[in-house]
């Protein structure tokens, strides 16, 4: 139990590293869909096509493995 605790541990930090880094390179966040919306000098996005595409990717690949 304690190995995968310490795995998942580790899976999330190093997704968490990568993650910005990778959604530069794929552009998520800026599809057609996703909106931005500045506020007071703070930008908040809403990436709700982003969410599905990352959605489907996943559906997929869950049905294949």
């Excluded at 552009?27 to 996703?34: A, E, K």
């Excluded at 996005?45 to 990717?57: G, V, Y």
């Amino acid at each position: 139990m304690l190995k995968w605790i310490l795995t998942l541990v580790i899976a999330i930090f190093l997704f968490g590293i990568c993650a910005p880094h990778l959604a530069r390179a794929v552009r998520l966040g800026r599809l057609p869909g996703d909106v931005a919306w500045r506020f007071r000098g703070r930008t908040y996005i809403f990436p709700f096509a982003s969410t599905l595409l990352l959605s489907l990717l996943f559906l997929v690949l869950s049905r294949v493995l």
